[in-house]
């Protein structure tokens, strides 16, 4: 697959290359016959240190994605008090639920049933509710988490059981390949199983699209993309070392 769209992410400031991305989301959402604001950037901040994320708070980015629960933890606790948005979007074990509820806003990966009985259970005590997105497996890769495309709707009929979760769409992870075409059959499967879903209206959001695919993903619905590397540059170490066994580029 192509380098992430902006090639002198890391060069240039992490302002100057937060407006480059907005305005390739904004580019591609046009094309796609909607305006800029109906795809929120998700800024994926893994590795990332709270000075070179407030860097990016700065420039008016609010929605931050954390992948590993105790990362987000520590920069959620070391930059307590600003104006963000915290997102779950890299796999969650149930044992790590009452940790993520501590700062998460938002958990984008959810994937099987006791994960959504250990959120509920942990919310129903805390008195609150969390919007969730249902993480699917369009690529069919063993390597990748999330439930099968044929799975999804009697996952979402179970959720109905679990009123703290507001079940508000999908999100996907396309093949790691230089086929652009195939990037594009993992975005469209996702939309495909939001738009046949008998409750669609009340699932708004496709969270698919990372650095180096997120204007295709735009182009096929997207409304969520979670971009990294375009905005903070490459990572020191290879994407292998935080998700050992995936083909899949980290954000």
Same mark, same amino acid.
């Given at each position: 697959?192509a380098s992430?769209?902006? #090639?002198?992410?890391?060069v240039?400031?992490i302002a100057t %290359?937060?407006? /480059?991305? @907005?305005?390739?989301?904004?580019r591609a959402?046009?094309?796609?016959?909607r305006p800029?604001?109906?795809?929120r950037?998700?800024l994926a #901040?893994?590795?990332? /240190?709270p000075e070179?994320?407030?860097e990016a708070?700065a420039?008016?980015q609010?929605?931050?994605g954390?992948?590993?629960?105790q990362e987000?933890? =520590? *920069?959620?606790?070391a930059? =307590?008090?600003r104006?963000?948005?915290? /997102?779950?979007i &890299?796999?969650?074990q149930?044992n790590?639920?009452k940790?993520v509820?501590?700062?998460?806003?938002e958990?984008q990966s959810?994937?099987?049933? +006791?994960?959504a009985?250990?959120?509920?259970?942990?919310l129903?005590?805390l008195?609150?509710?969390i919007d969730?997105?249902v993480?699917?497996n #369009?690529?069919?890769? =063993?390597t *990748?988490y999330g439930?099968?495309?044929?799975?999804?709707?009697?996952?979402?009929?179970?959720?109905a059981?679990?009123?703290?979760?507001r079940?508000r769409g999908f999100?996907?992870l396309a @093949?790691?390949?230089?086929?652009?075409?195939?990037?594009?059959r993992?975005?469209r499967?996702?939309r495909?199983? @939001?738009?046949?879903s +008998? %409750?669609?209206a009340?699932? +708004?959001?496709l969270s698919m699209?990372?650095?180096?695919?997120?204007?295709?993903a735009?182009a096929? &619905?997207?409304?969520?993309?979670?971009?990294?590397q375009a905005?903070f540059g490459r990572r020191?170490?290879p994407?292998?070392?935080?998700?050992?066994?995936d083909?899949k580029s980290?954000p």
């Open positions: 697959m992430p769209s902006n #090639t002198h992410a890391g240039a400031s %290359n937060l407006a /480059s991305v @907005r305005a390739q989301i904004a959402a046009a094309l796609s016959g800029a604001e109906a795809v950037l998700l #901040t893994k590795t990332q /240190s070179r994320i407030l708070l420039a008016g609010r929605d931050l954390e992948n590993r629960v987000g933890q =520590a *920069k959620a606790e930059l =307590a008090g104006d963000i948005r915290w /997102s779950m &890299g796999h969650l149930t790590k639920v940790d509820l501590r700062f998460a806003d958990v959810l994937d099987r049933l +006791p994960l009985v250990a959120l509920d259970r942990r129903q005590r008195g609150r509710g969730v997105l993480q699917v #369009t690529s069919g890769e =063993a *990748k439930l099968p495309p044929d799975g999804v709707p009697a996952f979402l009929h179970e959720l059981a679990f009123p703290s979760l079940v999100m996907t @093949r790691f390949t230089s086929d652009t075409e195939e990037v594009r993992c975005f499967a996702l495909e199983i @939001r738009d046949s +008998p %409750n669609a009340d699932l +708004p959001e699209g990372m650095s180096s695919d997120f204007e295709i735009i096929e &619905g997207a409304t969520i993309v979670r971009v990294g905005v020191a170490l994407d292998a070392f935080f998700w050992p066994g083909g980290a």
